[in-house]
């Protein structure tokens, strides 16, 4: 086992600050957009990464042979896929779609922009994954290869295909709060040729509960709204019951407030799960029977 780095005095400190600033900014161009751009402006959340960057490891700080594999083998499998390019072009077009649609907010909000009146182009700035997020959500869903997937927060419909194409034979079920947004998600999905998704507009609080009880077992749930720690809490306490070993949660925004950061170190605790990976961006949960209790936290 690693052993922890002494805390380094209030220069070494000063020093590491603007070092991993320059990092954020040279070698990470996805945070580019507006999305992660407010990363920089809110010192609480610039501060978690930073602290994060620090004490996170990468694949060789990692000795549980599960863990190692999906760090190894998914986590840091940054090859291009097929499946990547039609989506990213779809991306790009939305980046310069005019339309003005009219957005129905169920959750937390944004950081960024809380307008009701949003262009589609403003919407895929600033709400959509980074194709870095994207993509590795698309591997995790292929390395689990589930029957069915669950996503929480269509948005635009960028992460449902992902979702989608990563697991083509799987039931994918996604839940949007904004009818106009699902509108537009369900174009895109078509647009791509996508037939194994259904698309739910609703509440989440109203929807998720139906789902999981029509569904004998969850396999691949991707949390992505209404980013407020009772309701993060409830939806993890829903779907726990029919995760099995083989399944795994995704929580979107882990550090998204200090809301957010509670209702994760709680799931963490859970006494049901046994595995979790922090990469600051998202959280990874997994219930694994007859595992050691373990939580990583993973550069990326």
């Known amino acids: 086992m690693e052993a922890r780095s002494e805390i380094p005095d209030v220069y070494r400190y000063i020093k590491a600050v603007y070092s991993h600033i320059s990092l954020l900014v040279s070698r990470f161009s996805f945070l580019a957009s507006p ?21 996170s490891k990468t694949r060789h700080g990692v000795h549980s042979p ?24 779809l991306r790009t077009e939305l980046l310069t779609d005019a339309r003005t649609i009219n957005i129905t907010d169920l959750g937390a909000g944004s950081h960024v922009n809380n307008n009701k009146q949003k262009q589609v182009r403003t919407l895929a700035k600033n709400a959509l994954k980074p194709a870095r997020l994207a993509q590795l959500i698309h591997r995790l869903a292929v390395n689990a290869n589930p ?15 992902y979702l989608a194409t990563a697991a083509p034979d799987a039931q994918v079920i996604s839940i949007e709060g ?8 369900e174009d895109n999905l078509s647009r791509l040729g996508i037939k194994n998704t259904g698309l739910l507009v609703g509440n989440f609080d109203q929807v998720l509960p139906g789902v999981v009880e029509m569904l004998p077992k ?31 949660m995704i929580f979107d925004d882990i550090y998204w407030s200090r809301g957010m950061k509670e209702a994760w170190e709680e799931i963490k605790a859970h006494p049901e799960v ?3 990976i922090d ?8 219930v694994r029977k007859g595992q050691a209790k373990e939580d990583f936290r993973i550069k990326f």
């Not at 999305?35 to 004490?55: E, F, P, Q, V």
């Not at 029957?147 to 295909?161: P, R, V």
Request: aromatic share 14%.
């Open 35 to 55: 999305h992660y751009l407010c990363l920089m402006i809110n010192l609480r959340l610039a501060a978690d990464y930073l602290k994060h960057r620090l004490t």
């Open 66 to 89: 599960f863990a190692y594999h999906l760090v190894d083998k998914v986590i840091y499998d940054f090859h291009a896929k097929p499946d990547y390019f039609t989506i990213e072009e």
């Open 147 to 161: 029957g069915n997937i669950i996503e929480l927060g269509t948005c635009l419909g960028i992460t449902t295909a």
């Open 178 to 185: 904004c009818p106009e947004t699902a509108a537009i998600a």
């Open 218 to 248: 969850l396999d691949f749930v991707f949390i992505d709204g209404n980013h407020r720690k009772q309701a993060t809490l409830d939806y993890f306490h829903w779907c726990l019951p029919k995760l099995s070993d083989n399944s795994i």
């Open 274 to 276: 046994t595995v979790t």
């Open 279 to 286: 990469l600051f961006w998202i959280g990874l949960v997994f």
